[in-house]
């Protein structure tokens, strides 16, 4: 019954042996021994957490925000390591991250998305890492671009790299969204198919920027097949240094993965999930819309000026046509655009008219 993408997605997710997910979770960064020991020993009860993470170089946007405890912080996790007996991961951007990182004993790192969009400081952490057994996961850039995902990966892989990992954490959104960063599962999805041996797991804390999102995000990931999840977890989020929005308390991940994360089929959670992120699309189209209205506004001064008439027929005949003609590449029925542009169209007139009489009432009235 192979009739929607997402049917075929479920059918080869539960194809594959259950295998539990892999869990990373911890706070976003080291912000003291205290933290980071009372956050492991919650991880360690709910006996599914393979790593404790924790930045302890935090990538910041802007400058003079908190930027991490360096160093000093790696004492910490070892320290905490050795008392809960919790590997523990940890964030690499530069050579001397690796060096320092893997002298106190990390035993996973990542790759942030700050990072992963440069080829330069990839390659130079590549060759920091050159025939590690230290399993290396990669974030994905902040742009949607998987070649640029996978250039990142293949650098570590070339270098001798024994176990690289995908992480996905969403894209930069470049329209209003209800997350912080846009899943586009797509992109995701697509680098598994080029690289079925590779293990990708999500990042839900990062794609949502929002705590209430993270469960929901999460049994996404779950039911498309990823191979785990990082979750961001802290004792007193709202206290947070860094992320405070989207960090869990030790209670609601615990809530969250004792229930039992599975494949599951389509049903009423998905359905939920579903709409969530039906929302945010729908989200994109006013976006575009509202951008497009705006535009027919700066064109229709512009041909107030020149003279001409809001209705340019020629012009509309091409758009019809450039419109049909992606849209049944991308699977959409040509009657249904052109109804949906000839209504678009319709009100953009309507706009322009209303405009060019505006102008022209000012002129008139001096
Ligand atoms: C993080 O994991 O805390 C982090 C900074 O993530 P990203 O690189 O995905 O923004
Ligand atoms: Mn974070």
Not at 258 to 267: A, D, F, Q, V, Y
Not at 323 to 333: E, H, I, Q, Y
């Amino acid at each position: 019954m192979k009739h929607t993408k997402l049917n075929e997605m479920h059918e080869t997710a539960n194809q594959k042996p259950l295998s539990p997910p892999l869990i990373i979770a911890g706070p976003c960064s080291a912000e003291s021994p205290e933290q980071l020991l009372q956050v492991a020993l919650e991880l360690k009860k709910t006996g599914k957490v393979k790593f404790m993470r924790a930045g302890v170089w935090k990538p910041r946007t802007t400058p003079n925000n908190f930027e991490g405890y360096g160093t000093k912080a790696l004492e910490w996790l070892k320290e905490v390591k050795k008392q809960t007996k919790i590997p523990f991961a940890t964030e690499v951007a530069t050579e001397k991250h690796v060096y320092e990182a893997l002298k106190f004993g990390a035993d996973l790192l990542w790759i942030g998305a700050r990072t992963a969009s440069n080829p330069f400081a990839i390659q130079e952490i590549a060759i920091a890492l050159k025939g590690i057994q230290v399993p290396v996961w990669v974030k994905n850039p902040l742009s949607p671009d998987l070649k640029l995902w996978e250039g990142a990966i293949t650098r570590l892989k070339q270098a001798g790299v024994a176990q690289v990992g995908a992480i996905h954490r969403g894209f930069t959104a470049w329209y209003p969204s209800p997350f912080r960063n846009l899943p586009l599962w797509d992109i995701a999805l697509k680098l598994k198919a080029n690289h079925p041996e590779l293990s990708i797991i999500s990042d839900p804390s990062h794609i949502s920027g929002d705590s209430r999102f993270v469960e929901l995000l999460a049994k996404r990931a779950i039911n498309m097949g990823f191979d785990g999840l990082m979750i961001e977890v802290h004792p007193n989020p709202k206290q947070a240094l860094s992320d405070a929005k989207q960090q869990l308390t030790t209670e609601q991940f615990t809530h969250i993965i004792s229930k039992e994360l599975h494949r599951s089929k389509p049903g009423e959670e998905l359905l939920d999930e579903l709409r969530a992120e039906i929302d945010a699309v729908d989200e994109l189209l006013i976006w575009a819309l509202s951008n497009r209205m705006k535009l027919v506004t700066e064109i229709a001064q512009v041909k107030y000026d020149s003279g001409l008439e809001a209705l340019q027929k020629k012009r509309w005949n091409e758009v019809l046509k450039q419109v049909s003609k992606k849209a049944r590449s991308m699977g959409l029925s040509n009657n249904f655009i052109v109804k949906l542009f000839n209504s678009i169209h319709r009100e953009s007139l309507l706009k322009q008219k209303r405009t060019i009489e505006s102008k022209s009432d000012m002129v008139k009235n001096g």
